[in-house]
Structure formats: structure tokens, C-alpha cells
């Protein structure tokens, strides 16, 4: 699986910014898809996840509220909705993916992602 995460850039606070990460090499439909963010000096963070159906969604508890996420299996591509966004939200944020068919996971927190694409920088100033 070959993730290729985008959309990332600077923004002020209280704005918009939406990411996509499209999924290449296996079928998609059967991927969960989840966005993990880096800041500066800090461990990785789960932000988000979706499962292969898009029935069920996990939020990290920084996000809740603001982030969405959906997916499109026609275009094999996962969005993260980012709104009201802040100057803490700065970071790297990477797409991850892990096969998930029939709802093989009961969380998508917590668990190994094998699939990873490169990181998009999305800087929030205030």
C-alpha cells in the first residue's frame, strides 16, 4: 500500500484547511484509513480515523468538535476536514493505513498502522 498524503500549508488561526491522503496498491474499500500529526519536540498524536466501511470514526480528544473525516472509495481518497484550526494544531500530519476489512478492528486508536505515507506541514499562526 502506497499512501501519498496532501493540502498541507499555513493558515491563520480560526480557519480552514482540508488534507487528503489517496491509497494506491491494495483495494481500498478494505483499508481503514487514520491521520497522526508530529509537532516540533512532541511524540506523534493520533488525530483521526476511519474505518473501511466510513461507518465508524475516531477522534483524538485535541480534535473533537473541529475534524472531520470522510472517504471516497471512487477515488481512493480519505479527507481530513480541518476547521477552526490553532496555533497548537501546527505539525507534520501523516496518513496511515491498516487492512480493516468487515470491521476486523473494534478501535482504530491504539493499534499498528503498516502503511504510511509522507507527512504534509500544516502551520497554524496566530
Known amino acids: 500500500v502506497q499512501l501519498q498524503a496532501s493540502g498541507g500549508g499555513q493558515v491563520q488561526a480560526g480557519h480552514s484547511l482540508t488534507l487528503s491522503c489517496t491509497a494506491s496498491?491494495?483495494?481500498?474499500?478494505?483499508?481503514?484509513i487514520g491521520w497522526f500529526r508530529q509537532a516540533p519536540g512532541k511524540e506523534r498524536e493520533f488525530v483521526i480515523a476511519?474505518?473501511?466501511?466510513?461507518?465508524?470514526?475516531w477522534y483524538g480528544e485535541a480534535v473533537k468538535g473541529r475534524f472531520t473525516i470522510s472517504r471516497d472509495d471512487a477515488k481512493n481518497t480519505v479527507h481530513l476536514q480541518m476547521n477552526s484550526l490553532k496555533p497548537e494544531d501546527t505539525a507534520v500530519y501523516y496518513c496511515?493505513?491498516?487492512?480493516?476489512?468487515?470491521?476486523?478492528?473494534?478501535?482504530?486508536?491504539?493499534?499498528?498502522?503498516?502503511?504510511w505515507g509522507q507527512g504534509t506541514l500544516v502551520t497554524v499562526s496566530s
Open positions: 496511515a493505513a491498516v487492512l480493516d476489512g468487515l470491521g476486523y478492528h473494534s478501535t482504530l486508536r491504539g493499534i499498528e498502522y503498516p502503511y
Open positions: 496498491g491494495r483495494t481500498f474499500s478494505s483499508l481503514a
Open positions: 476511519i474505518s473501511w466501511s466510513g461507518g465508524s470514526r
